[in-house]
Each structure stands twice: as C-alpha cells, then as structure tokens.
C-alpha cells in the first residue's frame, strides 16, 4: 500500500496579491496558477473576526467572506508557491494576519485609472513590514504612465520595485513574481565567504 | 426516478445548507493547531463510524494536500475545515506538517530556488 511508504512533504510559501477592488487579483492568481483558482471562505463573525475561534456563530450574525487562490509547484526542488487574492475591501482587513504570517511577500496590482484604490495595501504592508512590489496592471485604455509618476502618486519608498504587468497573461505575471524575489533576495545578506 | 421530494431544489449560490457549527458538532476550536498552508495527507488509517463530511475530508487528502485546499474541495470555511482536518490527525488518521516558519523569510537558498523555478515555469 502506497499509504505505508513515507511522505515526502514538499516546502510550502505563499505570496499574496493584493490591491483595490477590481484591479484584477483574481486574474492575475490564475494566469500564474497551474490549477485553476480555487476560491474558499472565511467566517466572519461580529465576536471573533478571522480567528480560528467559531465561538459566537450560532448566536451571532455570521458571514463569509471567498479568498481566491493558486498554486505553482517547482518539481525540482520540491517547492509549493500558493498565490493568495487577498480581499481588497478594506473591511476584510482583520484577516490578513493570518494570510501574512509566513508570507514571503506581496504584488501590490495597481491600475492606473484608480491609483487610490492601492494606498491601502500599500499602507497596510508598509505597516506590517511585509515585503512588497508594485506592479501597474496595463488595462487596456488606461493611460500609461511612467513608473515615477506611479511611485510619485503613492508616495513609495525608492526601493520598493515597480513593475509593468499584463494579469491575463501568466508569463508576465510569473515576471513580476520573479521580480518580487529578486527584492526579496536583495535584502538578504550575501553568505558569507 | 421521477422528481419528488427529495430533488435538489437548491442552485449553488444558495451556498452550504448545513450550518458550519453542525457539521463540527457544536466544537468551535480545532483539537490540534493547524496553518491554512499545513500539509495533511491520510496515514492509512480510518477510524470506524466516520461519518460523511469526515469521510470526505480524508478521502481529499490521499497525497500531502493543504488546509486550504482542503476547505475549497469542501465547499466549507476554513476555519470549520480545521475542525474536521484536526479531528482526523486526532484519530491518527491523518498527519501533519506546518507550513516553514516566516524565521526562513531571509533563507537565500529557498529565494533562489523560487527564482529558479519560476524562471522556467
């Protein structure tokens, strides 16, 4: 029986996605994502908000709020990279926490047409210290504007990267996933000789 | 079978009929700590009686499969998820292995394997 031989449990990190209401997480999560999304809740109740904790739910009011999320295996070395969409409304916050926990770090999406609607994530991780990029999602129509006039509009640190993406095609999307490590890796000191 | 009674009348988006705390039995708190990005897979093992959201929960988890993934087969919150998932690792009829701690976060050999990887992916 297979079920006796010894499992071999592979190494599991998550990135998040995150960004305003609509800029296109879900499509970028699934353009990466070798499976198709899979989407799964989280209960909110008014007593325990995105805690472990249902205590409170037959009494309370109770919601659930989908999470959107993808895979990427790495065979070779025996990796598994989970892509959380993480619910851009600002109200869904509390449930971070846990989705940040052991994060590698983040793709802020912004568009362009709606700047604003990413000063929140961007907030929140610089808050959090959560490590981050921006990558502009190139809408179709949207203005194109430089990478300085994004950085200038979200008054971003000069070493957080800004990227251009295209979320519907998934080897631009696994670029600025690349480009994300590559920022995670800068900041890591180089081994010693 | 001609239609009756007991037809699905219900369409998806009516969402889960059962309410989360049933199919717990009433328990709020996971009986072992689990990530959603813990690893669960089936030891072999299943206990006698399982009932059905038990059954299928472990019938997911024949190769190392995560929490999460786990809850979006089972159409049920994560959190009532953990629940199910923590009763069978309980019973022995499952194991389990957490997620990397976020101490690996300045790990270069695990960065460079990601970049790697994706490289080619």
Known sequence: ????????????????????????????????????????????????????????VEGK?????????????????????????????????????????????????????????????????????????????????????????????????????????????????????????????????APSA | MTAGEDDVWLDDDAGPLIRPYTVTAGRTRPAVRLDMLSLVVASGGVPANLDPEHAEALALCRTPTSVAEVAAHLRLPVAVTKVLLADLVHWRAMTTRAPRPAADLTDRDLLEKLLDGLQRA
Request: proline share 4%.
């Open chain 1, 61 to 189: 009011t109770t919601t659930t709020v989908a999470l959107d999320f993808g895979r990427i295996t790495i065979a070779q070395h025996d990796i598994v990279l989970y892509l959380f969409g993480t619910p851009g409304q600002q109200r869904f916050w509390f449930m971070w926490d846990e989705l940040c926990a052991g994060a590698l770090g983040a793709v802020v999406l912004a568009d362009t047409r709606r700047l604003d609607a990413c000063f929140d994530a961007v907030d929140f991780f610089e808050n959090r210290g959560t490590r981050f990029l921006v990558a502009v999602n190139e809408f179709d129509g949207a203005f194109r504007y430089e990478p300085d006039e994004v950085r200038a509009a979200l008054e971003l640190d000069p070493r957080v990267p800004i990227v251009l993406c295209d979320a519907r095609d998934g080897r631009s999307a696994t670029s600025a996933l690349r480009a994300l490590i590559r920022h995670l890796l800068a900041a890591v000191p």
């Open chain 1, 1 to 56: 029986m297979a079920y006796n031989e010894p499992e071999v449990f592979p190494t599991q990190v998550k990135i998040l996605i995150a960004g305003g209401f609509g800029v296109g997480k879900t499509t970028f999560v699934g353009a990466a994502s070798e499976i198709e999304p899979l989407s799964t809740e989280e209960l909110i109740t008014a007593a325990s908000a995105g805690t472990d904790d249902l205590g409170g």
